[in-house]
């Protein structure tokens, strides 16, 4: 897969739950028909796909991407952790990949707690309330992102 743009699409806490989840907020495709439609969609990538309930083990897969020297960018929905992972942050500044924050619902929308990201002053931008299509943004804008850097 050399010769494609490899990508990370990242995700955390409850997410192994979609389909399942509150559908009327999430709706009822599960992270696994997600992620295939993703890879569908952009047979041009090499999108490479990681989820885990713990805080721990997405930081580690964090400094996976950065050492594998292969990852150029970071799709990653971290669920709740958005709201109150400081360690979830500093791994994303310690990091020199550029990391895209995705949300399937509004977060703005919702509940007073869910407006609050830690993580979004370390990302490059922030994309929510687009169900999975939010996915397909992120990787867009890294897409272009990534093109425009030499
Ligand atoms: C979420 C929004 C978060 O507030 C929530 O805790 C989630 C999912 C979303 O994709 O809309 O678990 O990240």
Do not use: H
């Given at each position: 897969m050399a010769d494609k743009l490899s990508l990370l699409i990242l995700n955390g806490a409850n997410l192994s739950r979609l389909g399942k989840r509150e559908p009327h907020i999430y709706g009822s495709r599960t992270l696994r028909e997600i992620s295939q439609t993703l890879t569908e969609s952009f047979a041009d990538l090499d999108l490479n796909f990681f989820h885990s309930e713990s805080e721990g083990e997405l930081i580690l897969k964090l400094y996976d991407a950065e050492d594998s020297?292969?990852?150029?960018?970071i799709v990653f929905n971290a669920g709740a952790y958005t709201h109150y992972s400081l360690a979830l942050r500093d791994a994303i500044a310690a990091i020199s990949i550029p990391v895209v924050e995705v949300h399937l619902s509004n977060v703005f929308a919702r509940e007073p707690f869910r407006r609050n990201s830690v993580l979004s002053e370390v990302c490059l931008g922030v994309i929510s309330g687009f169900g999975e299509y939010s996915y397909h943004l992120g990787v867009l804008a890294l897409k272009s992102h990534l093109s425009q850097k030499p």
């Open positions: 020297g292969m990852i150029r960018g």
